[in-house]
């Protein structure tokens, strides 16, 4: 065991003038977490701090803060590795604080909303009642794998000096999810998009901070420049991707359904 002090910032939107740090000392051992000992330090030591997590497996983005200095997951961030005797946590910068280490996300998450991440695409009927999957290659799939690893923790929204200073910008991950969608061959929204991102993309300063700061490894800053390829390309009307066909139905269902023999029956 190990006595390490954690110094939180405290702020309460509803009492507190501005925020401060208050110190508590937490027992460690090997293999703990920042968030197992935010845990012990509520449920032990002072119970109206307040924290935010979910998965603690480094998959749900919740905890994301600000260790040292560092944009984080506590989950994910082991203490001893930290090597140090004093660990500094803060809300992440850039964002509304709720409550002590809870900043607000909602504004983003209506960003998000408003690029539309999802598929779009003109035959409706096969979208709500799909009978088969659309036909996709290998290299189709690369080309937006990355960047579907977001778990839109907001980290990277700390660390990037536009977000800093204009509110209108969209954010490093909800544009990393326009870039992802309009590339998918699957997907017909890129001009219904291009209006709702376009005043953003040139604000972007390429400062790269965003993909440092990522813990999913996605790197946003490459699908921003990558999504202004596009952009370019679409106003000038020679932006061309390939759009994804349903795939035909097997030879058991097909017109030559005959000549194949029966599936077995399911044993279970």
């Known amino acids: 065991m190990k006595e390490i002090i954690f110094k939180i910032k405290r702020f309460d939107p509803k009492k507190d003038k501005k925020p401060y740090f208050k110190e508590y000392k937490v027992p460690v051992q090997e293999g703990e977490t920042v968030l197992d000992a935010l845990i012990f330090i509520k449920e032990n030591i002072d119970s109206t701090i ?107 929204i700390t660390q990037c000096p536009t977000c800093s200073s204009s509110e209108e910008f969209l954010g490093p991950f909800v544009l990393t999810q326009a870039y992802r969608y309009s590339i998918d061959s699957r997907d017909k929204g890129l001009k219904e998009r291009i209006k709702i991102i376009e005043k953003s993309i040139p604000n972007c300063h390429f400062a790269t901070a965003c993909s440092i700061a990522c813990p999913k490894g996605v790197d946003p800053a490459l699908a921003i420049q990558l999504l202004k390829r596009i952009s370019v390309l679409n106003s000038l009307g020679i932006f061309k991707k390939k759009i994804a066909e349903i795939t035909p139905p097997p030879p058991e269902i097909g017109p030559n359904k005959d000549k194949y023999p029966k599936a077995p029956e399911p044993t279970v």
């Open 50 to 156: 307040s924290i935010r997590y979910s998965c603690r497996m480094g998959v749900c983005g919740s905890c994301g803060m600000i260790i040292n200095g560092r944009p984080e997951l506590a989950c994910h961030t082991q203490i001893l590795e930290l090597k140090k005797n004093i660990i500094t946590c803060e809300p992440m910068y850039n964002l509304p604080i709720v409550k002590d280490l809870v900043a607000d996300l909602r504004n983003y998450f209506e960003k998000h909303k408003s690029i539309k991440p999802y598929i779009i695409r003109d035959d409706k009927e096969e979208m709500e009642k799909p009978k088969r999957e659309y036909m996709q290659t290998p290299s189709e799939l690369l080309k937006f794998l990355q960047f579907s690893y977001c778990i839109k923790c907001g980290l990277c």
